[in-house]
């Protein structure tokens, strides 16, 4: 069963604290995206990576790390240096058939409460 | 300015209505349009994807391009109570960069 996972689906941080976002796929897409969801605001891009061993940040990476050790593996770490962590947090992968290589693939998403 | 620009909503109507919902863009480099459908709480969801100036239909869905005028539509005939949700507008430059992503317009059909 082919798709984009994340974990968990809910997740409540202490301020202070970094917390680690699950990304995974089987879709074997080269290319992973994290987005940032806030209401009225639509998706902001936080990090990507096109290949394994290489990302770039997006435009509100400050207080985010990621890793792409594995092509299946994004994971997303929340550091006590943002701010405003809470939000929608959304992975999607890119890859397509038919010729339609732009089109990106969510996971079902992360909502992650800061108490 | 913003490099998309979305109807925010949200938008009401009932069942069986047609349904218009708009994005405008600045920059002409955009080359490849996508519009996805995003249930409360889930992850949004490929709905169409055009490339050209046109239109193209899906079932109930027509999207449409206007790359003269920096405009893209989706049309939803005889809107189902199912089709309530956000609708997101994404465009790209060129094959393989970022997508940039309008705000939203949350939809409500009425039974």
């Known amino acids: 069963d082919g798709g984009i996972t994340q974990s968990p689906k809910y997740l409540f941080r202490k301020e202070g604290q970094n917390v680690t976002l699950s990304c995974e796929q089987n879709l074997n897409h080269d290319a992973m995206y994290w987005y940032r969801q806030d209401p009225g605001q639509g998706l902001r891009l936080i990090y990507y990576s096109q290949i394994v061993n290489d990302f770039q940040k997006g435009d509100i990476a400050e207080g985010y790390s990621v890793s792409r050790e594995k092509k299946e593996s994004f994971p997303l770490t929340v550091t006590s240096a943002q701010k405003n962590p809470t939000a929608f947090y959304l992975c999607?992968?890119?890859?397509?058939?038919?010729?339609?290589?732009?089109?990106?693939?969510f996971g079902p998403g992360t909502r992650l409460t800061v108490l | 300015q913003k490099e998309v620009e979305q109807d925010p909503g949200p938008l009401s109507v009932p069942e069986g209505a047609i349904v218009s919902l708009n994005c405008t863009y600045s920059?002409?480099?955009?080359?490849?349009f996508m519009w996805y459908r995003q249930y409360s709480r889930k992850g949004p969801e490929l709905l169409m994807y055009t490339y050209s100036s046109g239109n193209k239909e899906d079932g109930r869905f027509t999207a449409q391009v206007d790359k003269s005028s920096k405009y893209i539509s989706l049309f939803i005939r005889d809107s189902q109570p199912s089709d309530s949700a956000t609708y997101l507008c994404?465009?790209?430059?060129?094959?393989?960069?970022?997508?940039?992503f309008g705000e939203g317009t949350q939809l409500t059909v009425n039974p």
């Open positions: 920059n002409s480099a955009f080359q490849y």
């Open positions: 994404a465009m790209v430059r060129t094959s393989g960069s970022r997508l940039t």
């Open positions: 999607a992968s890119r890859g397509g058939t038919s010729g339609v290589t732009d089109t990106q693939y």
